[in-house]
């Protein structure tokens, strides 16, 4: 069966490019143009991936609700914003309401098309048992590569793609400077310089909400991060 894309986007024409491209490459796409229809729609039946636009028409923080809504009924449901709206607040708000990925309209296309499959393979990785498991553990750490999922003692910790990644970077090799692009490489992600911040600062505060006194992720100034072992 052909995995279900959801595109809620308000300009027709971006819609329907988006759709086609998935479309092209073996999905069966539905499209939205406001959060009404959406979530209606989305109630009956969640799809494999959800593709959002923050601003949806003069529903200005439409997307955030909608991710909201989304996000409260399947914690596991892989969902992107796809939008022109830049600002490091938005994005560190998307990331907060639970996105797996923030995306800007700017991106290519080939890009985007490899995010969704990154996604989409996290996914399949967590539904399916394997047979040996590629397991990186660092002090309380622990990271599952084949299943993507990250633990701190037996906490499960709920990373995106892109923070389990960076995180996997930093794990990799105690005590090593990374700096962000060599993050992004990791991540396979192109972001700006605040965006690696917000990330980094996200990531912390998802440890530092099993365990208060976290603070593997130290700041290289001017240089990067480093992942060090108690």
Known sequence: MRQHIAI???????????????????????TYRDRPSASLALAEQLPDLAII????????????????ELRARSPELPIVFLTARDSELDIVSGLRLGADDYLTKDIS???MLARIHALLRRVQALRTPVAHEDVLERGALSLNVERMTAHWGA?????????FWIVHALARHPGHVKNRQQLMDAASVVLDDNTVTSHIKRIRRKFQGIDDAFAAIETAYGMGYRWQDA
Do not use: K, M, P, W
């Open 155 to 163: 906490a499960r910790v709920d990373l995106t793609v892109t923070e």
């Open 109 to 111: 296309q080939g890009h």
């Open 8 to 30: 809620v986007e308000d300009e027709a024409a971006i819609a329907a490019n988006y759709s086609e491209a998935l479309a092209r490459q073996g999905f069966r796409v539905s």
């Open 53 to 68: 636009d923050v601003g949806l028409g003069d529903d200005v923080e439409g997307g955030f609700e909608l991710c909201r």
